[in-house]
């Protein structure tokens, strides 16, 4: 589709316009392929093409400079449009103003130079029986958008909006011609991740007016932008920066937002900003080639906020889920607030505000949750592309983000282990064998590095650039050793591996390499006088238990523990890891305690806090650590277990089974899921000694229920019976 078109470019400018004009006589069936990048936006004959933000999705677009040492994998996507209702017999004109996005991020470097070009653009438009490319003969002017960066924000010149150049009959004479870009290795691929998308909209309250400045609220920490009436003379500027804290005296506190630090009464470093410079004309502005993570946002000068608009992946929601316990459906809305916010440009981010990072142990933590919830198969299937091309070829070592990130690369097999971890949640929920087949060469590949990283059969760090990370984020310093919980992750890859290799009919031959990372870890970190893992601190122990080398004493002990704190001093492997096994191990209402707590260190903490999301941090609330974002999904992994546990929905391979484990500290559970293998719902409602229970099964599957020493074949259709 693109063996004839050029890759195209303007000058050194941030947002130029891309002009062409061209004319045809029937419109019939017109489609138009593009790739912008970083950020492009198409306009034909005055009308913005698709409602579609922030395209197209981030990619490992080309090979960097920084790069050099690696071979990484690299696609870029383009975007098909039907642009038949935009067209007209006769002459039309093409606009498309390009932005910087992640391809030209010059200004964030605290990961290193990640950078790759200038703007670039590259398209194909056939219409009817002709087709036009870029190639060369475009035009270009800069627009008026004369600065964006993706962490800092866009600064716009309302004097130079140019409106009339969308338009045919524009006198483009004074516009420079465009640049031929040198031949350059890019594999172009056609985008079918949902695109970023305007999903909803808030009006936000106006908080205090003082000295020129307005105070908002929007009332939810989300990701977006606020749109402004700006109404200034010609030369005034209005100024918006964007937070996620105030103050007891309304004042932002930029530190949990951005690389940010207060300094001799000012805020300095990394804050999110748009800037407008009037015309003298009243106009609504948003930004076009960036977002911003925020709840709260000032406005300075003549402007006042129209309203927010919550940006993020178009994906819709596919699961419910309701109980008697505040806090626990507190979580269950936060997550899915948190996780969606954090769904740009189809990557699973870490947050929204200072890094935007597609870090690997997050996402992967978090993704099985995600799955479970939203509608996210071509979200998913996406960032496991990015998951794979981030693994360098000559030696199987995968970068801890997906995209690849800058010089970091800490964490062995507890962040890169994604690339076994989301292909076998992504085939659990979709049942998709054939993502398996494409991704096990590289899983293979992966064990073999990790196998040549190991010592006495512990994984161990040999000078991986960035750290060598294992479990992350507890309220106290880490103390559980790195090494442990890498050996846990490549052993867990290892059983998935198994699993897949089952499942696609391929030879398995790392059995003897899986017990032997057992019993390192048991040699290694095993105490047998007070039969615990690394001291038993910050829930260690859930890393060997859910391996099968704990016992019965240490889960009960573990169990008695955490039912007597009544809070987490877990990071986010932990975390997920022990709420999990409460559950599975029949500690249900000890995981309601922890879920359903108020105490510091917990979910429910937050929530009487202010939260509205979920904190990178336990101890969010606490200013002093610098740089803690309170927009994380991370800590949220554990969700999942509301569905698999509390409503009870085991869908397996061979089966369909609704076991609940609600426990004594809830009377009432309701939710709902739809997933590939049908759509169920539950609601259970305890009455005095007695459940009373009504699950809604459609499928063509047979379907069991479980509740102690009850076991039912469910009918398709409505089913209701007490207990």
């Known amino acids: 589709m693109f063996e004839n078109a050029k890759w195209i470019r303007a000058g050194a400018c941030d947002a130029p316009l891309i002009r062409k004009e061209f004319y045809v006589e029937n419109v019939a069936g017109a489609e138009l392929y593009i790739c912008g990048l970083g950020y492009f936006e198409v306009y034909m004959n005055g009308q913005k093409v698709s409602c579609d933000v ?46 910087n996005g992640w391809y030209n991020q010059i200004d964030n470097l605290r990961a290193g130079k990640t950078n790759y070009d200038l703007p670039k653009l590259c ?44 338009l045919t009959g524009y006198d483009d004479a004074n516009w420079q011609r465009v640049a ?91 804050i999110q900003e748009n800037e407008y410079i009037c015309s003298g004309e009243e106009q609504i502005c948003h930004p076009h080639f960036t977002y911003h993570g925020f709840r709260y946002f000032e406005v300075f000068g003549k402007g006042a906020a129209e309203c927010v608009e919550v940006v993020h992946t178009d994906v819709d929601v596919v699961a419910e889920f309701t109980c008697d316990n505040e806090n626990i459906n507190w979580l269950f809305e936060a997550y899915k607030r948190t996780q969606l916010g954090n769904m740009i440009q189809g990557v699973p981010m870490d947050c929204p505000t200072r890094e935007r990072v597609g870090y690997t142990g997050d996402g992967h933590v978090a993704s099985d949750a995600a799955m479970l919830i939203l509608d996210s198969e071509a979200f998913y299937r996406k960032w496991i592309y990015d998951i794979l091309d981030a693994q360098d070829k000559k030696t199987g070592h995968a970068h801890n983000s997906a995209p ?53 059969s512990i994984l161990v760090s040999k000078g991986e650039r960035g750290g060598f990370l294992g479990d992350w984020a507890s309220p106290e310093d880490m103390r559980i050793p790195p090494s442990y919980v890498n050996t846990y992750y490549f052993a867990k890859c290892l059983i998935y591996m198994k699993e897949i290799a ?48 704990g016992n019965e004493a240490m889960m009960e002990k573990l169990a008695k523990y955490y039912d007597d704190a009544e809070c987490f001093d877990t990071g986010i492997f932990a975390t997920y890891l022990l709420i999990k096994l409460l559950f599975e191990k029949g500690y249900a209402n000890t995981a309601v305690k922890l879920l359903s707590s108020e105490k510091k260190d917990t979910f429910g903490y937050m929530r009487c806090h202010g939260a509205t999301t979920l904190w990178e941090r336990w101890r969010g609330d606490d200013y002093s650590l610098d740089w803690n974002s309170h ?85 398709n259709g409505k089913n209701e019976f007490v207990l």
Not at 126 to 136: A, E, N, Q, R, W
């Open 123 to 166: 398209f194909t438009l056939t219409v009817g029986d002709v087709t036009l490319f870029s190639d060369g003969t475009e035009k270009w002017s800069p627009s008026h958008i004369v600065y964006n960066n993706i962490f800092f924000g866009e600064k716009q010149d309302l004097r130079l909006l140019n409106k009339a150049c969308m």
């Open 502 to 549: 089952g499942i696609i009919g391929c030879e398995f031959t790392y059995d003897v390499l899986l017990e032997e990372l057992k019993q390192g870890i048991v040699n290694h970190y095993y105490d047998e006088e007070s039969n615990c893992f690394c001291g038993g601190v910050q829930g260690a122990d859930v890393f060997a238990i859910d391996l099968g080398i």
């Open 180 to 270: 031929l870009v040198p031949e350059i290795k890019i594999n172009l691929v056609e985008q079918k991740c949902p695109p970023d998308r305007v999903i909803r909209r808030i009006q936000p309250v106006l908080l205090c007016e003082d000295s020129g400045r307005k105070l908002y609220d929007a009332g939810e920490n989300i990701t977006g932008w606020a749109k402004i009436r700006v109404c200034g003379d010609d030369g005034e500027t209005v100024l918006v920066r964007y937070t996620e804290e105030i103050d007891e005296n309304l004042q932002p506190i930029f530190s949990t937002a951005g690389w940010a630090w207060f300094k001799d009464g000012q805020w300095e470093g990394q």
């Open 631 to 715: 927009n994380h999904p991370m800590l949220g992994g554990c969700t999942n277990q509301l569905f698999y546990q509390l409503l009870g929905f085991q869908v397996t391979e061979k089966e369909l089974v609704i076991e609940p484990k609600i426990g004594d500290g809830l009377h009432y559970v309701s939710g709902s899921i739809k997933c590939k293998r049908g759509q169920f719902s539950a609601l259970y409602k305890r009455e005095n000694d007695t459940m009373r229970c009504i699950l809604d099964v459609r499928t063509d599957e047979k379907v069991i229920f479980k509740f102690k020493n009850h076991s039912y074949e469910l009918k």
């Open 404 to 456: 690849a990130y800058g010089f970091v690369s800490g964490g062995a097999a507890s962040y890169a282990g994604a690339i076994v971890l989301v292909p076998y949640y992504f085939y659990q929920h979709f049942v998709d064998k054939e993502i398996l087949k494409e991704a096990y060469p590289y899983m293979l590949t992966f064990a073999e590095y990790l196998k040549s990283r190991t010592e006495n």
């Open 54 to 99: 922030l395209s197209p999705v981030r990619s490992e677009y080309e090979k960097r400079q920084w790069e050099e040492e690696y071979d990484f994998g690299n696609r870029t996507y383009y975007v098909k449009y039907d642009v038949e209702a935009y067209l007209q017999s006769g002459k039309n004109v093409m606009v498309v103003m390009l932005g």
